[in-house]
């Protein structure tokens, strides 16, 4: 993807397709045995029970596979300084070996009050199953750019 | 950590010290190649010139850590059903080979509205280093519980 050169190329509206990503079965378990290691996440038939009624990926397996596809795809890596916080939810959970279209917006732009050289792009992340069109992120994050 | 048996049991203001975690330096720059391949998480002299001035840990790796270690504690094995979202903040970034203590505070409990065998119990975690101080997670998170 081409770069962004600056920030003062970014205005509210405007919408990347980054094409999509999959977290293979085998990486949802690897991640949940780090990281979240509940029924749900790990084993089959624990997860029948559960109230997602199947294995699905970690949360924040989604989050950091929608963050590493941004950073991978280049568009901000002229730009990004880094994150400064996050809303973040997950309407649906997500299943392995599904692909997942991810589509970053820009929410607002402005100026960094004490640096003049930065501005604060607020992104809203959407992850999106395919096919079955399932919204498994809806991420808000301030990000610091250069201009 | 005796593990609750109830949301009943949670009131907000409660507070559960759950102890230190940390993330060793081969552990961030793992973390970091994976889900947050950018500069200042991966190379001491590229890091030097970014907005953090160090190498530092990805926050993703932060949250995933931290929620990794309350888990872990068995405070919320008997009852924890899932989290619904997350309000995310990383006032100060976490530097490798560091100790964090994690707090988790209960904000709110309600029973919930569409099932009584459940209650949405809002968790605050706070991650501060030792012996620094600094915060390094502010997570507010909605947790499904069995009551």
Redesign the interface.
């Known amino acids: 993807m081409t770069p962004i050169r600056s920030a003062d190329e970014l205005s509210p509206g405007m919408s990347f397709d980054l094409g999509t990503f999959v977290l293979a079965r085998e990486e949802v378990l690897d991640f949940a045995r ?5 029924p ?1 996440h790990l084993d089959d038939e624990a997860a029948k029970a ?3 009624g199947r294995l699905v990926a970690s ?2 397996h989604t ?3 929608a ?2 596809h941004l ?2 795809s280049g568009l901000l890596a002229e730009v ?11 309407p649906a959970p997500l299943d392995p070996d599904t692909p997942v279209r991810l589509t970053v917006t820009v929410e607002a732009v402005r100026a960094s009050r004490s640096k003049p050289e930065m501005a604060v792009v607020t992104l809203r992340y959407a992850g999106v199953t395919e096919p079955a069109g399932a919204t498994v992120l809806d991420l808000v994050a301030p990000h ?1 750019m250069r201009r």
């Open positions: 780090k990281f979240d290691p509940q749900f559960s109230i997602f949360g924040m989050l950091s596979a963050v590493a950073l991978r990004n300084l880094g994150a400064g916080g996050m809303q973040l939810n997950w610091f």
